[in-house]
């Protein structure tokens, strides 16, 4: 079994569903008051749903989820870095050299962390 749906609970779907049409650079297949969904890749959707209407509720706290965006190198990592401080989002974490290959973080407006990283090419 595979998963195949990633969801984040947010404030605001339709704020947080145009932040990330932003940074995927796609639209959204749905958009509602309450819930907006992704199509991340073929296999794979990213879900909003309003921490208002989530059933059965949940407590959330900033930076509980991470999501988690592999890249093909080094200066794609610095490129995206780039990018999006100059969208203005906020950055937990420059760009460093870690065990598992080359990262930064950053959150989104519900403070859900945003890592890229090019995985370490040691065996």
Request: proline share 9%; net charge negative; glycine share 4%.
């Amino acid at each position: 079994m595979q998963p195949t749906y990633i969801l984040l609970v947010v404030n605001d779907p339709l704020a947080s569903a145009a932040f990330y049409e932003s940074i995927l650079g796609t639209t959204p297949v749905e958009a509602q008051k309450t819930f907006a969904l992704f199509h991340m890749n073929p296999t794979t959707m990213l879900g909003l749903w309003s921490k208002h209407t989530i059933e059965p509720p949940v407590t959330v706290a900033p930076g509980s989820a991470e999501l988690c965006f592999a890249l093909e190198s080094a200066e794609a990592v610095d490129a995206c870095h780039e990018t999006w401080k100059a969208q203005d989002l906020p950055i937990l974490q420059t760009p460093v050299e870690a065990d598992f290959g080359y990262t930064f973080t950053a959150a989104d407006p519900d403070g859900h962390r945003l890592r890229t990283f090019c995985p370490s090419q040691r065996g």
